[in-house]
């Protein structure tokens, strides 16, 4: 099976959980895997920035991937997230974290840098040169400053070892212009979950989704009823669930995700410094919404 045939569908880009002294708490990181492939999901997203990687240590990521690993035990797909704005300090991390059982790396444009858009495809051709592992591009403008062009994708999608994207840019004729001009084997899937059953109809591959770490049942078998290509019944799936998505992303992400988590008990709802979980109104919010 091709990758991307692998990864089409629902992946999930899994929070990191912690215990009241700030410790990850593996424990309920191991609660929420099983909670992800009892929903259905069809692969994770491991050390995404979803899971407050800029907080975690190295080793803390070390210990991440290989407890994922081995919890998963081979039961769906695992990407690894390996992102950042040093290029040459990234490279050093495709040969320290433990990647031989991953199917690819998810790696986010660089941030705070704002290079050009040169600088944005060397730095990928140079990650994907060094890379062990398939390469997916990450594209979020409105974390790292700076948007990777359909031109600029489109470029890399020719480039040995890069397989696809993840288009968080929120820009519908971008990513209609991707979709358009991209090779048959290059995988294309959604960041945006409010957006992703639009950006399905428009031909994306499938989603790596934040929401789908409190609903992946929900989220999961909306995908694949879109990719099926019933977008009337996704629509009633996905219409229940735009409320769940204006509350987890109207402050932080992934404080609001993590405030559904812990309603539904599955994690304690602490985050690492800047990091902080929602203001008390909008937790109300958030438990009035799942009383409903």
């Given at each position: ?64 991937v290989n407890f994922t690993m081995d919890k998963i035990a081979g039961r769906i797909p695992v990407v690894v997230g390996i ?170 992400n992934p404080a609001g995700v993590k405030a559904f988590m812990a309603e539904k008990g599955l994690l304690e709802n602490y ?22």
């Amino acid at each position: 099976m091709s990758l991307i045939q692998t990864l089409r569908g629902t992946g999930v880009a899994v929070v990191t959980p912690f215990t009241a002294d700030l410790q990850v708490d593996y424990t309920a990181l191991e609660k929420v895997i099983e909670s992800l492939i009892a929903g259905g999901v069809e692969y994770i997203v491991t050390l995404g920035t979803t899971g407050e990687t800029p907080v975690l240590e190295t080793a803390e990521k070390i210990d991440i991937v290989n407890f994922t690993m081995d919890k998963i035990a081979g039961r769906i797909p695992v990407v690894v997230g390996i992102g950042g704005n040093n290029t040459a300090e990234l490279i050093k991390d495709l040969h320290k974290y433990p990647l031989n059982k991953a199917i690819a790396v998810l790696s986010a444009s660089p941030y705070y840098n704002k290079p050009s858009q040169e600088g944005i495809y060397l730095h990928y051709k140079a990650l994907a040169e060094a890379s062990p592992k398939p390469i997916l591009l990450y594209n979020v403008p409105g974390r790292t400053g700076r948007n990777m062009s359909a031109a600029t994708t489109l470029k890399l999608s020719t480039v040995p070892n890069i397989v696809g994207i993840k288009e968080a840019s929120g820009d519908m004729a971008q990513c209609m212009t991707i979709l358009r001009d991209r090779p048959s084997d290059f995988l294309v899937v959604s960041g945006d979950d409010a957006l992703a059953l639009a950006q399905l109809a428009c031909g994306m591959d499938g989603v790596i989704s934040v929401a789908a770490n409190a609903y992946p049942a929900e989220f999961s078998n909306m995908v694949r009823t879109c990719l099926s290509g019933n977008f009337a019944a996704a629509k009633t799936i996905n219409d229940p669930l735009i409320e769940a998505y204006e509350l987890m992303f109207a402050e932080n992400n992934p404080a609001g995700v993590k405030a559904f988590m812990a309603e539904k008990g599955l994690l304690e709802n602490y985050l690492r410094l800047p990091g902080v979980p929602l203001s008390q109104p909008l937790q109300q919010a958030v438990k009035l919404f799942l009383s409903k």
